[in-house]
């Protein structure tokens, strides 16, 4: 009920190309779907997030899907560069009384080839 | 810049010899959470604080303990570190706001057992 399944585990994708990483949850009361990227050595960083009761967000050249009939959602990197190499994590979330528990994918490691 | 710092940036200790990692906040944010982070792997919620409340996952450690003596600060104690315990430890704040489901990391702490 709490797992979050991300895809591809790995992306190589050409400077210029679009990249698209998937998730999919389980539990029907996550209400918050954030995605985070993390470079080497670094803590993650919160990049873009939705909520389930939109079905898009663009921010720049990211973009988040959201299906929530379909209990997925995607991130989309519009011309993607050099400088969006990284290990992309979705995610996603209760807001409890007590604080959040981010429940995580297993992450994308994307590669912009120049 | 308001901002999660954590120190030392790396960590080497020796096999069952104790260690404690440090978090500080200038966000003033009420919950502090822990993650454990292996190479190539999701970040793993430990525990978190809100405010002075400890909140355990059922599955971390007994010998993973956390302190929070003041708002700002949040530690780590790893009481006989192992070698599977070598991983990267991730800070987190959030506040509730809109709800607690944002969540700011800091860099982390590279810890490396011998």
């Known amino acids: 009920q709490q797992q979050v399944k991300q895809s591809p585990q790995s992306l190589i994708v050409q400077k210029g190309g679009i990249s698209i990483i998937n998730c999919a949850y389980e539990n029907t009361a996550f209400d918050y779907f954030p995605w985070y990227q993390q470079f080497p050595g670094k803590g993650p960083a919160l990049l873009i997030a939705?909520?389930?009761?939109?079905s898009e967000k663009k921010e720049g050249r990211f973009t988040i899907s959201f299906n929530k009939s379909a209990k997925q959602f995607s991130l989309h990197i519009m011309d993607s560069q050099p400088g969006d190499s990284a290990t992309y994590f979705c995610a996603a979330s209760l807001g409890e009384t007590s604080g959040s528990r981010l429940t995580f994918g297993e992450g994308t490691q994307l590669t912009v080839n120049p | 810049d308001a901002m999660v710092i954590q120190n030392p940036r790396y960590q080497v200790t020796q096999f069952g010899k104790p260690v404690t990692l440090s978090c500080s906040q200038t966000?003033?944010?009420?919950?502090m959470y822990w993650y454990q982070q292996k190479s190539s792997q999701a970040p793993k919620l430990l525990f978190h604080y809100y405010d002075k409340d400890f909140n355990n996952e059922a599955d971390t450690p007994d010998n993973f303990q956390s302190r929070r003596p003041n708002t700002s600060f949040c530690f780590l104690d790893i009481r006989s570190p192992g070698l599977g315990d070598a991983a990267m430890y991730l800070c987190?704040?959030?506040?509730?706001?809109?709800?607690?489901?944002?969540?700011?990391f800091g860099p982390g702490t590279r810890l490396t057992v011998l």
């Open positions: 939705i909520r389930p009761d939109v």
């Open positions: 966000l003033n944010h009420n919950v």
């Open positions: 987190a704040t959030s506040t509730p706001g809109g709800s607690y489901n944002e969540q700011f």
